[in-house]
């Protein structure tokens, strides 16, 4: 064989193994995702489920590729979804929140939809997907009563916070041993006044730290 055809020779040769090496570097690709942590519970059942509003906890997502094999953080690649936005959300970023309307479990996925691998090679598409499970405790009820009654000749409503008592005639609803409330009276004309509160401030009654069933009276007048 000639100098010249040798010279061509490994230059095929060179060229073969350097488009070689690049697809291989090319073909990196997403196969799986795990989300962590993968459980999250939040409030209990001696917690009404309006005071769990605003619980949170940051997610990760986790990438695993192959060609070569790595795992990365994707948290802030992949796209977040909550099935039951009612119970929890989730941001963009993966931050998990309690909404505080609805108990129960909701699915939260994280999904990455990839249109070429990341070595940039076209490919037909491929939807890569996982789920972590997020659970608000339903609020049992158990708990000291408290009952509001309605004396006078006038009408008007009351509201609690923490949220549970929201009647215009006399209503009861249980909290957690140790709860303080804040019931407010919005008279429709002219409020009379409070009894049984452990102090009043206006149309303000309020509960220090509730250990047994309590009974108060709003006046309207």
Known sequence: MSWQKLKIYFAICALASIMSMTTCGHEQ??????????TETFGSSTTPVNDDAGLNVQLSALGTYI????????TNQVTWASNTPGIATVSSTGLL???GQDCGNSLVSATVTKNSSDGGIPSSGAIV??????TVVCFTGTGPTVTVTFAGNGTGTVTSSPAGLGCSASC???FPTGTSLALTAIPNGTFGGWLGCDSMSGQIC?????????????TFN
């Open 206 to 218: 309020t509960i220090l730290n509730l250990t047994t069933d309590r009974t108060l009276t709003a």
């Open 29 to 38: 690709q997403l196969v799986s995702i795990t989300v962590q942590p993968s």
């Open 67 to 74: 060609h070569p094999p790595v795992t990365k953080d994707i």
């Open 172 to 174: 009861s609803a249980s």
């Open 129 to 134: 997907t996982n789920y972590m499970t997020a």
């Open 97 to 99: 929140t309690a909404t």
